[in-house]
């Protein structure tokens, strides 16, 4: 008796302390997920130019190029003495992973790389909008347009009314296919194709020379970039940034889009990809295809430092040509842009070092790092696989075809592009039926 | 708390029974602080709809619902279940395996022996995935190997295989587990009385025998740990994914584990994020439950 009346009231005070435990976390309305969010500081930026003079320094989180970067910082400070930048590295993923944790803290940076998460965060005003800045500086005449289009995080400026701005950008990248000059001459391929279906009657003359046609490293992004460089092609522009930008109405399940999708199936029946595909990296396609492992390569103007320095003039880039010659040249490219910090305390500091980023001297340091300088009229002519990027980049600069990259349509989207792409490499999946996830993980993130 | 049960003899030298609590009271607080708080924060975080930025909305079980209607979900945890197998089932057998054949003589070199069935343990999970990525590689080891013996059939992207990834990723498991399997057998049979494996061989019992009859009886204790261990090590699996496949090719190595990283801090689905690891929790504690029932009613 004794013993039970003991369990009984050992259970009750246990019952008592766990209820005790989990009350006071639903009462509280400050543990709301969020509640503490609001940023502090500035909401826009000053709608003049303006120098500091006080010592100033600026922290500035970044994930690509360091060495680029570090230049970049030197030039800057070498011009501006007062005012400092400390640069914090990170690896890409540990960076966009953690990036909307970074930016609405109380140690945010005040100059961060754009990502795909920071759509979110302006949306919310954890980014500055730039567009006062845009016109106080004059960035429309010093950078093309298009590479500004892509930083409105498709919202208009408060500020001023136009679009928003919410980064400045500092060395572009775009995809496109690299090639083995000596193996494509093996196999009879006498210079880069001017349509898709000459494209594959070159794959083919790979295949039929004994060769591995096309390096992909479907593994990580690689493969995204073989079926948006197909899409591309196929699917109308406009239609593209409608749905990546989730306009209302917008649809990638398109006739169009299945014919990528058919297209990439297609090429693997036929043997045009390296055999394991699936299972290599985007680095490790590069390096075997530096090594002589594949004549045509599907990658960005990323790695063209890379294969420079080991292939020499042995290497060609030529942008995925349309479906018609003249057809306008379509490439999926974005930009390495640094964002500003609504945490920031010094708005004039950050904007300073965004201008300087414009300036010929910053657009030499660009493309002395393997980057494509927003304003390339202002540098150097850079030489051999490089000058065929720069070129391809132009040509798509001037016909209004540098289309993001698809996995900015949703947060989700690339864990499904990159599944769905698997799957369409080793011709596991109906185009259709590939489509209509990729619309799924679109509807539920734009519904509103 | 009394400073004297009722119950106990006036004079007695007996202490209060809640006294031990006191010892155990700081570890507690920090196992408080840093375990339990967390994950009943994370409880709380599961019954909302939030994407780690803005205010949060109330969503109660919406979660939960969300979860069982997942078909990839679906798919990820029968993609544990089978690593289960190759990261439990396998390395247990092996681990015995290796135990029947080290625990009756001493030799020398054992130390080492042990030290590099150890190995693996010591390696942090991240830098095994990356090596065993380059050894499943086009030119990897492991097809070096099947070429040199002529098997060029065999040859495949491990990792790219839609029919072959789940187990290569299930191998590593087994590669990494089996050597703690085996010093856990091993220290296990240091136990045991050698009178009794001496009164066995009097009595005419083989190798196997032996193992049967006195070994393994005295290792059911630690059975019972390393299937815990290695069935949680399987269900939880994070790291060896996400950096040999990071699920892929398609699905086919998604586990439930990777599925929490990605809603939490790439998909901007916290809540859904807390409330898949929340039952994954519960599954791992309800298995756990379980093998410790049932080691327990053996014995």
Known sequence: ?448 | MPSRPPNQPAGGRRRSPYRGYVYVLPAFAVYFAFAVLPALHTAYLSLFEWDGVTLGDWVGLGNYQEIFQDSVLRQSVLNALVLVVFFSFVPIVLGLAMTGLLARFRRPGMGAYRFLFMLPQVVPLVAVGVTWRWLYGDDGLVNQTFRAVGLDGVTRAWLGDFGAALIAVGLVGTWVLSGLCMMLFLSGVQKVDPSLYEAARLDGAGPVREFVSVTLPHLRGELAVAMTVTTVAALASFDIVYVTTNGGPGEQTTVPGLLVYRLAFSEGKVGLAAALAVVLGCLILAIVYLINRLSRSET
């Open chain 1, 1 to 448: 008796m004794m013993e039970r009346t003991h369990r009984v009231r050992r259970r009750v005070a246990a019952a008592v302390s766990a209820v005790a435990l989990v009350l006071p976390l639903t009462a509280c309305d400050a543990l709301t997920p969020g509640s503490a969010a609001a940023a502090p500081g500035p909401a826009s930026v000053p709608s003049s130019t303006a120098v500091p003079d006080e010592d100033i320094t600026l922290k500035l989180q970044f994930a690509d190029a360091p060495l680029m970067v570090d230049a970049l910082i030197a030039a800057f400070e070498k011009k501006h003495p007062r005012i400092g930048v400390e640069p914090q590295y990170k690896t890409f993923s540990d960076y966009v992973q953690n990036l909307k944790l970074t930016m609405t803290s109380d140690s945010a940076p005040d100059i961060a790389q754009y990502a795909v998460g920071m759509t979110d965060l302006a949306a919310d005003g954890h980014i500055l909008d730039l567009a006062p800045y845009r016109e106080a500086y004059g960035w429309d005449d010093a950078i093309p347009p298009v590479s500004l289009d892509q930083l409105t995080a498709g919202q208009t400026s408060e500020a001023t009314g136009g679009r928003a701005l919410f980064g400045v950008p500092a060395g572009l990248s775009m995809t496109g296919i690299y090639y083995n000059k000596e193996l494509a001459r093996k196999a009879g391929i006498d210079g880069p194709p001017t349509t898709v279906a000459q494209f594959e009657e070159q794959l083919a003359a790979a295949k039929e020379a004994d060769l591995t046609p096309l390096g992909v490293g479907a593994l990580d992004s690689g493969g995204l970039h073989l079926w948006a460089a197909l899409l591309n092609q196929t699917m109308p522009t406009d239609d593209y940034w409608d749905w990546v930008n989730g306009t209302r109405g917008a649809t990638i399940e398109t006739p169009a889009a299945v014919t990528a999708g058919e297209l990439v199936i297609d090429w693997g029946r036929k043997g045009y990809y390296n055999e394991s595909a699936n299972g290599t990296a985007q680095v490790d396609s590069t390096a075997q295809f530096a090594k002589g492992d594949s004549v045509f390569l599907i990658n960005g103007n990323w790695a063209a430092g890379q294969l420079a320095t080991v292939m020499g003039e042995n290497v060609g880039f030529f942008p995925m040509p349309g479906e018609q010659a003249a057809d306008p040249t379509v490439a999926s490219g974005f930009s390495v842009s640094y964002a500003v910090a609504s945490r920031t305390e010094h708005p004039e500091a950050a904007g300073l070092f965004l201008d300087f980023l414009t300036s010929p001297e910053a657009g030499q340091i660009i493309s002395d790092n393997g980057f494509l300088p927003p304003n390339p009229d202002a540098v150097k002519k850079p030489a051999g696989v490089l000058a065929d990027i720069a070129d391809g980049h132009r040509r798509a600069v001037a016909d209004d075809g540098i289309t993001t990259f698809p996995d900015f349509a949703a947060p989700a989207m690339l864990d499904r592009l990159r599944s769905g792409v698997q799957k369409l490499v080793a011709d596991r999946i109906d185009p259709a039926d590939y489509l209509d996830s990729l619309q799924d993980e679109w509807e539920e993130h734009h519904a509103e």
